[in-house]
């Protein structure tokens, strides 16, 4: 990974271009392409090198294209740019920021988006229990997202003590350490037995999947909410004929492309709605702020993260 010199770019006339604030490190999609940690020939295996990451980005737009009419220069945006000091975006493409949402926290809304989505798609509800398997940023979102939902407990299953220490700090929120106690047992003594109603799968491992069924009622759901680096054997009569289970995926790409009646929820509408909850402190993403870094420290924070990002959550780059 290097910083390099580029070209200011020159917005198309539908287009504008906005100069970056905040960006923020995808610490599964952007190191899952960085390592090459796939399978050959699977749709990861598409990318181009040299590659450019980033899709997190909150900025200040600088100019407007001749035909743009609903974005104003001066005006705060989050958009899919990448990692650059300057990125163009589609004004379709730009999510304005209110006033009270600091560029710390609007970094964090395209993975809000993609956890609103899967939350969404899972329908959990008032009362249902829920299980996250994973707690890095989208696992730690999915709790808070699923407990402002109604579920209760929600259950966060990780191996990594410094990323458990990073759940709320809440009666109806359960820490469990498969190490110490299997998922499935920690899920009976929570539910009286009655064991989830729905679980996120947001480790993007594929060999743990099967084992995650186990906490499900019959007829229970399981979202898969992470991009699963390879294959996965599981013995689709045992652990989902039989139980009943329905098997839900959630990529951020099933948002609906423009709001209608049955579906209402697009990319832009569950951004409001994160902003919203940051504003009135619903939600809180300051304390998964792990690392605030400099351009400069970029090539070293990713040589670290690519060694070991177990102990990395929010990685915010200040331009």
């Known amino acids: 990974m290097i910083v390099e010199q580029r070209n200011v770019p020159v917005p198309d006339p539908n287009e504008v271009l906005v100069e970056s604030r905040r960006t923020l490190v995808s610490t599964g999609t952007e190191l899952t392409i960085l390592s090459g940690d796939f399978p050959e020939g699977s749709r990861w295996d598409h990318y181009e090198y040299p590659f450019v990451p980033g899709y997190n980005n909150v900025g200040v737009v600088v100019e407007t294209g001749n035909d743009v009419v609903d974005i104003e220069t001066g005006q705060r945006v989050a958009t899919l740019g990448s990692h650059a000091q300057y990125v163009t975006a589609s004004p379709e493409g730009c999510r304005p920021i209110p006033d009270d949402v600091s560029d710390d926290a609007a970094v964090f809304f395209t993975i809000a988006e993609i956890v609103m989505n899967g939350v969404r798609r899972g329908e959990v509800t008032w009362g249902e229990s829920a299980v996250v398997f994973g707690l890095g940023l989208l696992g730690q979102l999915a709790v808070r997202v699923c407990q402002l939902a109604g579920a209760q407990p929600v259950?966060?299953?990780?191996?990594?003590?410094?990323?458990?220490?990073?759940?709320?700090?809440?009666?109806?929120?359960?820490?469990?350490?498969?190490?110490?106690?299997?998922?499935?047992?920690?899920?009976?003594?929570?539910?009286?037995?009655?064991?989830?109603?729905?679980?996120?799968?947001?480790?993007?491992?594929?060999?743990?999947?099967?084992?995650?069924?186990?906490?499900?009622?019959?007829?229970?759901?399981?979202?898969?909410?992470?991009?699963?680096?390879?294959?996965?054997?599981?013995?689709?009569?045992?652990?989902?004929?039989?139980?009943?289970?329905?098997?839900?995926?959630?990529?951020?790409?099933?948002?609906?492309?423009?709001?209608?009646?049955?579906?209402?929820?697009?990319?832009?509408?569950?951004?409001?709605?994160?902003?919203?909850?940051?504003?009135?402190?619903?939600?809180?993403?300051?304390?998964?702020?792990?690392?605030?870094?400099?351009?400069?420290?970029?090539?070293?924070?990713?040589?670290k993260l690519l060694a070991d990002r177990s102990e990395a959550m929010g990685v915010v780059i200040k331009w």
Do not use: K
Request: aromatic share 6%.
């Open 155 to 303: 259950v966060g299953v990780e191996p990594s003590a410094p990323r458990l220490d990073r759940l709320p700090d809440s009666p109806t929120v359960a820490a469990v350490d498969p190490t110490a106690e299997t998922a499935e047992d920690s899920v009976a003594r929570l539910t009286d037995n009655r064991m989830a109603d729905v679980a996120f799968e947001v480790t993007g491992n594929p060999d743990v999947i099967p084992e995650e069924f186990d906490v499900l009622r019959e007829q229970g759901r399981l979202v898969l909410l992470s991009s699963p680096r390879g294959t996965t054997e599981f013995n689709f009569h045992d652990d989902c004929n039989a139980p009943s289970h329905t098997i839900i995926g959630a990529h951020n790409s099933s948002h609906p492309s423009v709001a209608t009646s049955a579906n209402p929820w697009t990319n832009h509408r569950h951004c409001e709605l994160f902003f919203s909850a940051v504003a009135d402190g619903t939600i809180s993403v300051a304390d998964l702020v792990s690392h605030r870094i400099e351009v400069a420290d970029v090539p070293a924070m990713y040589d």
